[in-house]
């Protein structure tokens, strides 16, 4: 059994700054790639951004020179520091670990981000 819990989420105001922190944990073989995905109210869940083992990144246009992903191979940890947020930044935020030996992705509960104008 795996399990992906996410902290950090909260209520900002816009311009404002949080991090999210993120720790998978159980009976993982090879953690490949790890990232952070949220959805909105009536919208689908949508890539933010994602760190592979090697370090290599990817983010969405609506978030680069904003966001940052790093994570931590040793720990199967990433984070997710959020600067100069903007209202539309408020979604539930949930992490995703995806095992490269048995092909599997595992995601946390969520959690909620809301950015106040």
């Known amino acids: 059994q795996v399990q992906v819990v996410e902290s950090g989420g909260g209520l900002v105001q816009a311009g404002g700054s949080l991090r999210l922190s993120c720790a998978a944990s159980?009976?993982?073989?090879?953690?490949?790639?790890m990232g952070w995905y949220r959805q909105a109210p009536g919208k689908q869940r949508e890539l933010v951004a994602a760190?592979?083992?090697?370090?290599?990144?990817n983010y969405a246009d609506s978030v680069k020179g904003r966001f940052t992903i790093s994570g931590d191979n040793t720990k199967n940890t990433v984070s997710l520091q959020m600067n100069s947020l903007k209202p539309e930044d408020t979604a539930v935020y949930y992490c995703?670990?995806?095992?490269?030996?048995?092909?599997?992705?595992?995601w946390g509960q969520g959690t909620q981000v809301t950015v106040s104008s």
């Open positions: 995703y670990a995806y095992d490269s030996i048995t092909g599997r992705g595992y």
């Open positions: 760190i592979t083992r090697g370090g290599n990144t």
């Open positions: 159980g009976s993982m073989f090879s953690i490949f790639r």
